[in-house]
């Protein structure tokens, strides 16, 4: 018969109190505060698929790591530990995310609640009560969102969008390409491609697609930084509106619109997508921004992008989908990142825009694309961290790596994707063929 010897320490504790539950051993390498360690030996991984030569090694820094995993076990709870420094991996990061979820997937392991951890984990609640961590939850850290007020009133879309995109402005300059563009690139050379060219491959693709000539209306829903307004207008000699719900990028904008001299080719406007009501574009873009109208508005959304847009014309929307359980993403990105935010199957979109009246023209899949996007900006911000600690806080940096590793990841498991989808209004002239594929 196999005896388990439990290892001295805290570690030792959490270790025999989490078996059970694990089915086995801890998948990490686990440092409590004390000093105590636990699990598999941290070091090479000859067993490791691919070769992965480190197991990680999470170390709980202190108490109150453990008390955060014990009000909110799972995804949510060990963010907050680690944005706060709370909670720390040793070695790669990416690697450690991988060995939990394939150990959860392997083993069945089902969520839990903080009060089912109460009944089926009672010696974690001993241990955390010897620890002096047990009590009220800890306040979410500083870098958590907190919105308020109806769902997709225009006060809580402006503050949900503040949150992320009013963060630094200096900071996405540091971070992105020099066009601010904050969507998936175009790696049309493959991933090699320095990520400013791909970016610029992006917006001339979506340009192409759009068939913009000169003097041609575009209406840019969501213009972010202007990426896309400021390319359609210098390179395809576009007469360009954007839209965006956040001051600090019309802001920016509007200072990048008077230094380029594009003064009355490019406009940039403080409005939400519900409130425009212009006369119809000759075509309309929006990049990554249906994501944030939310479930009920989205029809509403589509709407605008049909009446905005003249009989003839054509729409070009880059979204990004996911199937399953957290149609927003899941608990660290609900919370920190995008609060509100909904993705579904890309099939279920497209139905969308059809209801809107819009007719479908073509499907464009950048699901590796945005895996080679996502890696560029973390090796950016991997270099810069000293850069981005100044100007977002250590905190703040810590979500930005968490966000960034997990979010490539995600990609690269085909638990979410993005897409370019073509779309025309009917009417007007008919289409023989499109501008671009």
């Known amino acids: ?60 820094r202190s108490p109150r790591a453990l008390t955060r995993l014990l009000w909110h076990p799972g995804e949510l709870g060990a963010a907050q530990a680690y944005v706060t420094g709370e909670l720390e991996v040793h070695g790669d990061l990416g690697t450690a995310l991988d060995t939990v979820r394939a150990a959860v997937a392997e083993r069945g392991i089902p969520p839990l609640t903080a009060t089912r951890v109460v009944r089926l984990l009672p010696d974690l609640v001993r241990l955390a009560r010897d620890a002096g961590a047990l009590g009220r939850p800890p306040a979410p ?151 944030h109208v939310g479930e009920r508005n989205y029809g509403t959304y589509a709407a605008m992008l049909h009446r905005s847009v003249r009989p003839g014309g054509y729409v070009l929307v880059q979204q990004m989908s996911r199937r399953g359980a957290h149609p927003g993403g899941g608990p660290f990105i609900e919370a920190f990142i995008a609060p509100d935010m ?19 023209r073509g499907v464009h899949a950048l699901r590796e694309h945005y895996v080679w996007t996502v890696d560029a900006w973390h090796r950016t911000l991997e270099e810069r961290w000293a850069q981005v600690v100044g100007l977002i806080g250590e905190e703040g940096a810590r979500v930005w790596r968490l966000y960034l590793v997990g979010g490539s990841q995600a990609f690269r498991d085909h638990r979410m994707g993005v897409d370019q989808l073509l779309l025309r209004r009917p009417g007007g002239e008919p289409a023989v063929t499109d501008p671009a594929r």
């Not at 570690?11 to 636990?38: F, K, N, Q, T, Y």
């Not at 630094?168 to 904050?182: G, H, I, Q, V, W």
């Not at 390319?231 to 990028?249: D, K, L, P, Y």
């Not at 497209?350 to 209801?355: H, M, V, Y």
Request: with cysteine; aromatic share 6%; proline share 7%.
């Open 141 to 291: 850290p500083a870098t958590q969102a907190v919105v308020s007020g109806r769902l997709h009133s225009l006060a809580r879309d402006r503050a949900s969008v503040s949150h992320h995109y009013d963060l630094s402005n200096a900071f996405y300059e540091l971070l992105l390409d020099p066009n601010l563009a904050y969507s998936a690139a175009f790696f049309a050379d493959g991933p090699q491609m320095p990520l400013e060219d791909a970016q610029a491959a992006k917006l001339d693709l979506v340009c192409r697609k759009l068939g913009l000539s000169d003097g041609m209306r575009l209406l840019d829903v969501g213009c972010g930084w202007g990426a896309l307004s400021l390319h359609a207008a210098e390179h395809f000699g576009a007469r360009v509106t954007g839209v965006t719900i956040s001051a600090e990028q019309q802001a920016f904008v509007q200072e990048r619109v008077h230094r380029r001299g594009l003064e009355g080719r490019v406009e940039v406007r403080l409005q939400d997508y519900r409130e425009v009501r212009d006369e119809p574009f000759d075509a309309v873009a929006s990049l990554e921004m249906g994501e």
């Open 1 to 60: 018969m196999t005896t388990t010897t439990t290892p001295p320490g805290v570690a030792g504790r959490i270790e025999a109190a989490l078996r059970p539950l694990l089915g086995g051993p801890l998948p990490v390498r686990l440092r409590a505060w004390d000093g105590s360690e636990a699990g598999p030996d941290a070091g090479p991984d000859p067993g490791a698929p691919g070769g992965v030569p480190e197991r990680p090694l999470v170390e709980l």
């Open 342 to 360: 909904t993705m579904r199957p890309v099939g279920e979109t497209l139905g969308l825009l059809e209801g809107a009246g819009l007719e479908v």
